[in-house]
């Protein structure tokens, strides 16, 4: 990437995150590669790993050695999060340092032990945040309707654990996510922790919404630009950041900053993960979600473009009025939490797919006949 485009963004306060990292990445110099280009946050999703695991061989090593110790594919599969949590981080340690902790981060979701219990949650991101054990982790919260993700994000935070909320898309979602950080970091404040130690950000899967509104039977005739989509897209990119403005000016997050919070991460999304982390196109381009403080984040293909195109739009999110849900044919708190709850069961699949993934690898190596399934 031209220096004088990196400039700009580092201008701007616009980073670039990638959306799937597997472990291939790190081991083909891949990874590598794209933080000299200029990504400062990675996050990790299970689909991307269940088919790293398939069809690579970056897994192979280490869950044949959990397969000579018999570890049940739950297990296996925390082994497996927990050592590419460490990469990640690992890989991105400069860029934190570098900034002083306000970029550099790796977002990674908890195993999912009991889906719908806080408690469990809660347990399991404990867990990972002590396998990881680096400064520069988050650990993702889906911000589902309910009480029990404001819950779940004020209480890793005011234990110290850094939070990536994702899944955000109505502005009442937005609200929520922001006073449980208000909250949690208070929290932490109180209990005397280090304030500046503490990551957070928040996700707006925009790419979910546009596939949602172009899915619907009005737009299915839609033109091949797909207009109405990336319009969804733009208008709840534009009213999570006057809400994330809104929250930055807020007397508590001020108070916060003066004690040594660093300001959360404001974070758009046109990953398509619906399925599983498979690539689709619709969301608005990166290049118009791009406003200061912002980081954009898309796969390696949506970065790609957006690298080799080497423009950066003007700042539409701040600016002007947010197009209301209604106006285009939605109503955005409805179709979110529709859409949102659809991702869950998404991701669930896809929690699934990996651990059986790691099941069929380790079994094939502890058969008869493997000649692995025994000690040297």
């Known amino acids: 990437m031209p220096a004088s485009f990196q400039q700009r963004l580092t201008g701007e306060h616009v980073t670039l995150h990638?959306?799937?990292?597997?472990?291939?990445?790190?081991?083909?110099?891949?990874?590598?590669?794209?933080?000299?280009?200029?990504?400062?946050?990675?996050?990790?999703?299970?689909?991307?790993?269940?088919?790293?695991?398939?069809?690579?061989?970056?897994?192979?090593?280490?869950?044949?050695?959990?397969?000579l110790?018999?570890?049940?594919?739950?297990?296996?599969?925390?082994?497996?999060?927990?050592?590419?949590?460490r990469l990640m981080c690992d890989a991105l340690r400069q860029v934190a340092e570098r900034t002083g902790g306000r970029d550099g981060y790796a977002s990674l979701p908890p195993h999912p032990g009991r889906p719908g219990d806080p408690d469990a949650?809660?347990?399991?991101?404990?867990?990972?945040?002590?396998?990881?054990?680096?400064?520069?982790?988050?650990?993702?919260?889906?911000?589902?309707?309910?009480?029990?993700?404001?819950?779940v994000?004020?209480?890793?935070?005011?234990?110290?654990?850094?939070?990536?909320?994702?899944?955000?898309?109505?502005?009442?979602?937005?609200?929520?996510?922001?006073?449980?950080?208000?909250?949690?970091l208070e929290r932490a404040r109180a209990a005397g922790r280090d304030l500046s130690r503490i990551g957070a950000m928040v996700t707006l899967p925009l790419q979910l919404l546009a596939d949602g509104v172009d899915s619907r039977p009005a737009r299915r005739r839609c033109r091949p630009g797909r207009t109405a989509a990336r319009t969804a897209a733009?208008?709840?990119?534009?009213?999570?950041?006057?809400?994330?403005?809104?929250?930055?000016?807020?007397?508590?997050?001020?108070?916060?900053?003066?004690?040594?919070?660093?300001?959360?991460?404001?974070?758009?999304?046109a990953t398509y993960t619906l399925r599983c982390g498979a690539p689709a196109g619709g969301a608005a381009p990166l290049h118009d979600l791009a406003a200061p403080g912002t980081a954009?984040?898309?796969?390696?293909?949506?970065?790609a473009v957006f690298l080799a195109a080497r423009r950066l739009g003007p700042d539409c999110l701040a600016a002007g009025q947010a197009t209301p849900g209604e106006t285009l044919g939605i109503r955005l708190s409805r179709e979110s939490e529709r859409l949102v709850r659809r991702q869950s069961i998404a991701l669930r699949t896809a929690w699934a797919g990996l651990r059986d993934a790691a099941a069929a690898t380790t079994a094939a190596v502890s058969a008869p006949g493997s000649g692995t399934n025994s000690p040297a």
């Open 121 to 151: 949650f809660l347990a399991e991101a404990r867990v990972l945040h002590r396998a990881v054990d680096r400064p520069n982790l988050l650990v993702a919260v889906p911000a589902l309707p309910g009480p029990s993700a404001a819950r």
């Open 69 to 85: 110790l018999a570890t049940p594919a739950g297990a296996a599969v925390r082994a497996l999060l927990a050592h590419d949590g």
């Open 153 to 184: 994000i004020s209480d890793c935070l005011a234990d110290g654990i850094g939070v990536n909320a994702t899944h955000v898309l109505a502005p009442a979602v937005c609200h929520d996510v922001t006073q449980a950080f208000l909250t949690g």
């Open 18 to 67: 990638l959306d799937g990292y597997e472990r291939g990445m790190s081991a083909s110099g891949e990874l590598e590669h794209l933080v000299a280009a200029g990504v400062t946050g990675l996050s990790w999703h299970p689909g991307t790993v269940a088919r790293a695991v398939r069809t690579g061989r970056a897994y192979g090593g280490q869950l044949r050695d959990l397969a």
């Open 296 to 303: 954009l984040a898309g796969d390696r293909r949506g970065l």
């Open 234 to 269: 733009r208008a709840c990119a534009r009213l999570g950041y006057q809400a994330y403005e809104r929250a930055l000016a807020d007397p508590r997050w001020r108070s916060l900053v003066a004690d040594g919070a660093r300001p959360y991460r404001f974070v758009c999304s």
